[in-house]
């Protein structure tokens, strides 16, 4: 079974910064869709950042100037960088991929599109 791993979570003051991180197999940081979702409790998971495999990133309107999303192709890792956060970025985070799709927006808003999902990374930003 193929595992994206998370890590990077954890609880901060609003203003602040966090850096998420998802290892994956090289097969799937090279060839796939990879990137993130966000869901709080009773609501839906909203797509956070996607990039496809030439690199080109889609944002959510919220976090755009914010949030940075980038892959190391060597260390297998894909990225989240999470500046100037706010109360309302509180959720869990999850690192997805998929094998194709359309565009990275149009993934954006697909997560049924995503076979492949990590444990989850909480996010908490207070203040």
């Known amino acids: 079974q193929v595992q994206l791993v998370e890590s990077g979570g954890g609880s901060v003051q609003a203003g602040n910064s966090l850096r998420l991180s998802c290892t994956a197999p090289a097969y799937i940081i090279k060839g796939y869709y990879m990137g993130w979702f966000r869901q709080v409790p009773g609501k839906e998971r909203e797509g956070v950042a996607i990039?496809?495999?030439?690199?080109?990133?889609a944002y959510a309107n919220s976090v755009k100037g914010r949030f940075t999303l980038s892959k190391d192709s060597v260390k297998n890792t894909l990225y989240l960088q999470m500046n100037k956060l706010q109360p309302d970025d509180t959720a869990t985070y999850y690192c997805?991929?998929?094998?194709?799709?359309?565009?990275?927006?149009?993934?954006?808003?697909?997560?049924?599109?995503?076979?492949?999902w990590g444990q989850g990374t909480q996010v908490h930003v207070w203040g």
């Open positions: 990039i496809d495999k030439n690199g080109i990133v």
């Open positions: 997805a991929a998929t094998p194709s799709a359309p565009s990275s927006e149009w993934a954006l808003s697909k997560p049924v599109v995503f076979a492949v």
